[in-house]
């Protein structure tokens, strides 16, 4: 029941942002109102590709590459020389 009360307050609160913040940039009731309807169905779909995509990189080969950059898998901060 959390989880679904945490996904709601989360949605209310970017439609609220979206909603004010085209509202204030076009002062159009109807347009912010568009935007926040639509962009976040639109994002959502776009998250969803953006799964499919990582999805294609397993994690320890992204692991594997941070390192190689000097990358610390726990931290993500560089390596330190010793």
Known sequence: MRDLVKTMT??????????GVTYALTGEFAIAAGVALIEPAVNTVVFFFHEKAWAHFPAAAFDKALEKLGFHHRGGLPAQPA
């Open 10 to 19: 989360y949605a209310t609160l970017h439609f609220s942002v979206g909603f």
